[in-house]
């Protein structure tokens, strides 16, 4: 099998199992995006490497907000768009380029671009409170033809942990890592060690060092040095893979080496991009996999329980739930319902994840409006919801089940998945060697 059969095999042994809907869902994201052939690269660093700059500089536009203090609060992903939809686009607004922003609670926004500070600036956005989860931006560009995503990441480090907790999860996302650093500051430990975690995600590193222009040559040898003896490490490379590691010395404000690291990255993605992909995929599905153990592992504790703290967890959830649903005739239409029902989403994932352990998944459309809804239809989608997980939980930890061959069955069932597993686990790591 190769990683997208893998990828398959995996999201169809998942879907047997109401204990593994994320994962089926993750694995089917990670299928579409083998077959779709788009590739992410993400720049990621400390706060105040000039992430934000490099990007402008590599597009060929002012598109991001920069600034003397930490800017970006938020991920920002820039998409190529050809130039007659961009300028179809501006022509119907009459406006400046418009950019989407997709916020927390599943809705979502068109804005300027020109405004895009109030919300990716850390200033503006502080700790993000407006509640953005990411922003899309399409141009023209040409470094984007043939479908790659370039990232803007907040920066790591900074006193704001919310823009280290976003840059490690979308790191998780990525394909392909630009990973900056600069003369300004030797490569610390918070670098170090976020590197050593981003290392188990991406297909591709791109080491850039920033800033040259404010060095001579000579400390610039040292420094690039210094540098590429400890990645050796961090990265945990053989002789011929650090060989292989190279380190591009940038001014991203100047624009000095830039145009070799892009074409340094186009010829990866023409001549390797399927391998990246294949790698990146495969790296996040041993992820996957192996947090699926550990979920696994909880849940066969909460199986063991006591009978009286067992029954205590799922009162307080009926209780819970009852609640809730006395609730719904106190709201009248609205605007922002959709939003509620988000929201109420994410209140049950985490209070499931608090009782008893796991991920019970709810998918939450991205960019869905903000409509009026009558009180009625929200009603009726939360009562389904609140149905469902009922159900669904009684069902998963056979709640009061007295039929001994039952509990048997699901035990075999879990062995099976986790025999499975191990199979894929290994079939995955022969295929990245």
């Known amino acids: 099998m190769n990683i997208l059969e893998t990828t398959i095999k995996a999201r169809e042994l998942f879907s047997e199992f109401e204990l593994c809907r994320l994962q089926e869902q993750e694995t089917q994201k990670l299928a579409e995006r083998l077959e779709n052939k788009k590739i992410t690269i ?116 900074s006193v704001h942990e919310q823009n280290s907790k976003s840059a490690m999860d979308f790191a998780r996302e990525s394909d392909g890592v630009i990973f900056m650093i600069s003369v300004d500051s030797p490569l610390n430990q918070i670098e170090v060690d976020f590197l050593r975690k981003v290392r188990k995600f991406a297909g591709k590193f791109y080491f850039v060092v920033n800033k040259i222009d404010r060095v001579d040559e000579e400390e610039l040898a040292e420094y690039m040095d210094y540098c590429r003896s400890l990645i050796v490490g ?102 922002y319902m959709r939003a509620r029902l988000n929201e109420e989403k994410a209140f049950l994932t985490r209070k499931v994840r608090e009782l008893f352990g796991i991920e019970y998944y709810y998918y939450v459309d991205r960019g869905e409006a903000a409509e009026l809804m009558r009180r009625d239809e929200y009603a009726a989608e939360l009562t389904a919801v609140y149905d469902e997980l009922e159900s669904t939980i009684n069902s998963i930890f056979m709640y009061k089940e007295e039929n001994a061959y039952a509990v048997a069955r699901r035990i075999e069932d879990l062995n099976i998945l986790i025999h499975e597993m191990r199979k894929l686990t290994r079939q995955i790591e022969r295929e990245l060697k």
Request: net charge negative.
């Open 42 to 157: 993400a720049v990621i660093g400390q706060f105040k490497r000039g992430k934000t700059t490099l990007i402008n500089t590599i597009l060929g536009s002012e598109l991001l907000p920069v600034g003397i203090v930490p800017i970006t609060a938020a991920i920002t992903r820039i998409e190529y768009a050809d130039p007659g939809a961009v300028k179809a686009a501006e022509a119907a607004v009459k406006t400046e380029p418009t950019a989407t922003v997709y916020f927390t609670n599943g809705l979502s926004e068109e804005v300027p671009a020109a405004d895009l500070h109030e919300y990716i600036s850390e200033q503006e956005n502080h700790d993000n409170e407006r509640g953005v989860a990411e922003v899309e931006l399409l141009t023209d560009a040409d470094f984007l033809k043939g479908g790659l995503t370039l990232v803007d990441t907040p920066g790591v480090g």
């Open 234 to 335: 961090i990265m945990d490379l053989d002789d011929d893979e650090a060989k292989a590691i190279k380190l591009l010395p940038v001014s991203a404000r100047k624009g000095t080496g830039v145009e070799e690291l892009t074409e340094l990255i186009r010829e990866d993605l023409l001549t390797r991009g399927a391998e990246i992909m294949e790698r990146s995929v495969g790296l996040k599905l041993l992820e996957i996999l192996n947090n699926t153990r550990t979920q696994i592992a909880s849940y066969r504790e909460v199986l063991k329980m006591a009978p009286n703290v067992f029954n205590r967890r799922f009162k307080e959830m009926s209780l819970l739930l009852h609640n809730q649903r006395e609730q719904i005739g106190n709201l009248e239409d609205g605007q």
